[in-house]
């Protein structure tokens, strides 16, 4: 490799700079936890896959990248290398697990670690890999013959007509492209003297984004929208861009199909890490007409326009619960609706609950705007909000509820959200007010383990009435009793019956291993056989004429 190599080139206007494979891995892992690991993997052959086949190769602490990265890369030569932009955390390896450092000892010493989604513990970059640079007649993927050239040339030229968030950097994979927005974790906001919301200045380095629920939804969310509406017809590949743990080539190392090397380029004159927040708000910005419905429905619609099928009257005034795909899309809206039900059920937070309530209630209305609007709607809509609702609050003349109090409560990180248990316990939530107002999602622990052990056993006795209904059919088929027969006989649908048939001929058995019923089976079938005056023969029937 050669270090000091500097290229540069413009494209559609556009300065870009060749980075060495030190430079490229500073800016990727730059801010990353020192003990978390870099994902390195070969194609080569396994233990019990002779064909050779890409996989793990072994892990790297961030603090020892420097010193062994490359040695790694190198010492796998003519083998191709791969790496994963996202750390992975150390219980991911069962020696980095126990506090020891992986030390690699050349090939044939490869060291196992999960490179899986749930052991990803930092999201540093989303990845858009274009599959273009194939020949013709190999694929039907739109813009997939075109050269890795032209393919960045239109890229690039729809980020010049504000069409597509510029990325960080661009790396040539040797035959197709990667488009690479390298992230940073967004700088705590803070409030001004006249009560306006701003984002501090970056002053340090960067900073990782943590992988939680919320984080990776929308990194999902902004490949998607990226993949689907902006490079559609640039071939490129979805699975690998929207998944957290997915491999891509290393710069500096060769691809063994086209023999080319592998070179990363970074765009303008220094390294750009966008927040969730700031390339959600891109993608916005640049979305055309049609673009505008990103990532969920707004969340204001579930208000006006979405009924519950549980809604029994038209009152439009009351808060309610979301209904249908809002409410599967958006568990924020409905912390905001609860939230709002028990307000104004109470007329209004007391004393002891002003606080808290604020505290939670700003960090729902901001998660269940952001999806739709970005960052910046996203604030003003939850100040609005709180704002409105802690105008009913009490104010005794004791205590009132004041300005600083009010901007102090709403200090809560949006994306570490409280549970729905401890928010009950917060606001004293009653099992009367569960039961009053309809609550789903704020209910005190000991009624929510309720409900699932209600629903754990209703579940359970539904598959008992199944399978005691399953049986009877099963001991009147293997009796030869006909199809019609038995739906006169018991009331069950003939495609029931037909099912029923087809499922269990194979196994010949009346109730599977693990079922609930699987000790008394005997004296199930013989109170069938009793009921209806039957003996059962050997095996089912194969078809029973009707």
């Not at 910005?285 to 505008?292: K, L, S």
């Not at 009331?491 to 048939?501: A, D, E, L, Q």
Request: with cysteine; aromatic share 8%; hydrophobic share 35%.
């Amino acid at each position: 490799m050669n270090e000091a190599l500097m290229d540069q080139r413009v494209v559609a206007d556009y300065h870009l700079t060749r980075m060495t494979p030190n430079e490229f891995l500073e800016a990727v892992f730059d801010g990353c936890g020192d003990q978390d690991l870099i994902g390195i993997g070969s194609v080569r052959p396994g233990k019990k896959k002779p064909k050779p086949f890409l996989h793990y190769l072994t892990p790297l602490a961030v603090e020892d990248r420097g010193a062994m990265f490359f040695e790694v890369v190198e010492a796998s030569n003519p083998a191709p290398t791969f790496l994963c932009y996202n750390t992975f955390a150390p219980a991911s390896c069962a020696i980095t697990k126990t506090g020891k450092k992986v030390v690699w000892k050349g090939p044939g010493t490869e060291v196992y670690f999960a490179a899986t989604k749930t052991q990803v513990k930092e999201l540093n970059a989303i990845i858009i890999d274009l599959d273009v640079g194939r020949e013709p007649g190999t694929t039907k993927k739109a813009g997939a013959t075109l050269k890795d050239e032209e393919a960045l040339t239109i890229a690039l030229e729809r980020c010049r007509s504000d069409r597509l968030p510029v990325p960080t950097l661009i790396v040539f994979s040797g035959r197709g492209l990667q488009l690479v927005y390298l992230l940073r974790d967004e700088i705590a906001d803070e409030m001004n003297d006249a009560g306006e919301w701003f984002t501090r200045a970056i002053e340090s380095r960067r900073r990782a984004v943590p992988r939680t629920t919320q984080h990776e939804e929308v990194w999902k969310q902004i490949a998607d929208d990226i993949v689907k509406k902006r490079l559609a017809d640039l071939a490129p590949d979805k699975k690998a861009s929207k998944t957290t743990c997915n491999w891509f080539r290393v710069p500096g190392s060769a691809n063994e199909k086209s023999g080319r090397e592998v070179t990363a380029w970074r765009i303008g004159d220094g390294v750009r890490y966008y927040s969730l927040d700031e390339l959600s708000a891109e993608l916005l910005r640049t979305a055309v007409e049609e673009d505008h419905r990103l990532l969920f429905t707004d969340a204001q619609d579930a208000y006006g326009n979405a009924h519950s099928k549980k809604r029994l009257d038209d009152d439009v005034e009351r808060p309610r619960r979301a209904a249908t795909a809002q409410q599967v899309a958006h568990p924020s809206l409905v912390r905001v609706i609860e939230l709002e039900k028990i307000n104004r059920h109470r007329g209004g937070m007391g004393r002891g609950y002003r606080h808290n309530f604020i505290y939670h209630y700003r960090s729902a209305v901001y998660r269940s705007r952001f999806p739709a609007h970005g960052h910046l709607e996203a604030k003003k809509a939850a100040w609005e909000r709180v704002a409105k609702i802690a105008a009913t609050f009490a104010q005794p003349t004791d205590d009132p509820f004041t300005d600083e109090q009010l901007a102090a409560a709403c200090m809560a990180n949006p994306w570490q959200p409280a549970s729905n248990a401890t928010i009950a316990d917060d606001l004293d939530v009653t099992p009367e007010e569960v039961e009053l107002l309809d609550l789903k999602s704020i209910v005190p622990k000991h009624v929510a383990e309720e409900r699932v052990l209600n629903y754990r056993n209703a579940q359970r006795q539904k598959r008992i009435e199944r399978e005691e209904r399953d049986l009877m059919v099963k001991v009147l088929l293997r009796a030869g009793r006909s199809y019609t027969t038995i739906e006169r006989l018991t009331g069950v649908k003939r495609s029931t019956i037909r099912n029923i048939n087809d499922r269990y001929r194979e196994t010949d058995e009346f109730l599977v291993s693990d079922s609930p019923l699987k000790d008394q089976e005997e004296h199930l079938v013989a109170q069938v056989e009793e009921h209806f005056g039957i003996s059962t023969r050997r095996s089912l029937v194969g078809s029973v004429p009707a």
